[in-house]
């Protein structure tokens, strides 16, 4: 059983050593098999539950591609068209029978909330659905817990997950009246609470020192980057673009095939920042990194835990964004990313527009000029992207030809490690070489 099957037992902390619990703290169990006629999925059966003023598809889309992301299997939608929150249970009580029913003769697993609600309301809706109920920050938690692979990005994580448990935690003696003692003094529910809360604190305050420490590792390693002769290119962009599946294009066209990073057609399909040497078609390199995805309203304590990953991006000489030219969403996740760049204040770096995933795309409409079309599957846009790259970062390339006396050996090692060389022939009286030479 999920440690949050009933989340109200966490909050309530009635379970044996509830702070292991919390410490093990899994947020969804997205677990089983489900037969659909003959075919059987693995995941979660799912239903998907939202409020507003009208149906945002976007919102929709996106809470849908999280749960598939998770490996949950959506099997009913429902919505609440209102701005009429509950205090107790987001949404009416009419509305929330009527989910119920659904829930119920669907079999549901896991009732998933598409926007965040409060720890009170998430209690009281585990109670009236009497099954596991998660909100839209506890999913992408999940998803992030589930992504993480590094020792730094398991830490941040973790972190993420247990500063968002604390207030959830610390909210509960609102809930306790079965468990309060006698007037003026405090219950056993509400002694082991405070205790709980405690260790968790500690256990947060611990996770912070222990990420400061690791940051101070990755800091380092960064600034090397930067120190280093060689120029960054960071791509950025909203989850799911396929900054992951060019990078190992590039790299595979450089011929560094084994330093390949992990790529699916999910969101958050990596989290941990990479960094790999690139060569450059006429000679030039440079260190290209994959940071993070994005997606819209990503919580706080993510956004803080990752901040050092996201920094990485001011020590970059050039950004790649990189936007899917097929999604119907295209103008919203270009404006999450531009928010992005706003916020770290970095507007005025370089930036490479690529729309990507063009050989899905029905309708692109206008593109801003010095923008790439691409696909990450064709070669040649891959070589298209690389020359351009090629260009912001050294300049237009030029075939020369130079010749050096033998008495000039000093001119011709360094011209020869400088360019890239085509060609060398050996003379009477000296050495003819023709190569690529950039203009910066």
């Not at 938690?141 to 398991?154: C, D, H, Y």
Request: with cysteine; aromatic share 8%; charged share 30%.
């Amino acid at each position: 059983m999920s440690s949050l099957w009933y989340i109200k037992n966490i909050i309530y902390l009635e379970e044996a050593n509830s702070y292991l619990s919390l410490l093990n703290w899994t947020i969804v169990d997205f677990c089983g098999k489900i037969k659909v006629g003959d075919k059987v999925i693995e995941g979660n059966r799912i239903m998907l539950i939202s409020m507003g003023e009208m149906e945002d598809e976007f919102k929709e889309k996106e809470n849908l591609e999280l749960i598939k992301s998770a490996g949950g299997f959506v099997v009913s939608k429902g919505f609440q068209n209102s701005r009429m929150i509950n205090p107790k249970t987001y949404f009416g009580k009419g509305k929330l029978d009527y989910f119920k029913n659904i829930a119920d003769e669907l079999e549901v697993d896991t009732i998933v909330i598409g926007e965040e609600i409060s720890p009170s309301q998430l209690s009281n809706l585990v109670s009236f659905f009497d099954r596991q109920v998660v909100d839209r920050n506890m999913l992408i938690l999940e998803l992030f817990r589930q992504r993480a692979k590094t020792s730094f990005g398991k830490l941040q994580v973790e972190l993420a997950n247990k500063e968002y448990m604390y207030p959830r935690l610390a909210g509960a003696n609102k809930n306790m009246d079965r468990q309060s003692g006698v007037q003026g003094m405090r219950g056993a529910g509400e002694q082991k609470l405070e205790l709980d809360r405690r260790r968790l604190r500690a256990s947060i305050d611990s996770l912070k020192e222990e990420l400061r420490k690791q940051r101070q590792v990755e800091e380092t390693k960064a600034k090397r980057r930067k120190d280093s002769i060689v120029p960054i290119v960071s791509l950025i962009g909203y989850s799911n673009t396929g900054k992951s599946t060019i990078m190992n294009k590039i790299l595979e066209y450089s011929n560094k095939s084994e330093g390949a990073v992990y790529a699916d057609d999910r969101l958050f399909a990596t989290l941990d920042t990479s960094a790999r040497l690139v060569n450059l078609p006429h000679g030039g390199k440079f260190i290209l990194t994959d940071t993070v995805g994005l997606i819209s309203n990503l919580p706080h304590q993510l956004i803080e835990a990752f901040s050092s990953t996201l920094e990485e991006i001011k020590d970059a000489d050039l950004l790649i964004h990189v936007m899917d030219a097929s999604s119907d969403n295209l103008i919203v996740e270009k404006e999450t990313t531009n928010n992005l760049i706003e916020e770290l204040s970095i507007g005025e770096k370089r930036i490479l527009n690529v729309f990507n995933k063009v050989d899905k795309a029905h309708y692109l409409g206008e593109v801003p000029d010095e923008s790439l079309i691409i696909s990450a599957f064709k070669d040649e846009d891959i070589y298209k992207l690389l020359t351009k790259i090629e260009e912001l970062l050294y300049g237009k390339v030029e075939l020369i030809e130079k010749f050096f006396l033998y008495s000039d050996y000093g001119g011709l090692d360094n011209f020869i490690e400088d360019n890239h060389v085509v060609s060398v022939i050996h003379e009477e009286e000296g050495t003819r070489v023709r190569a690529y030479v950039y203009e910066k």
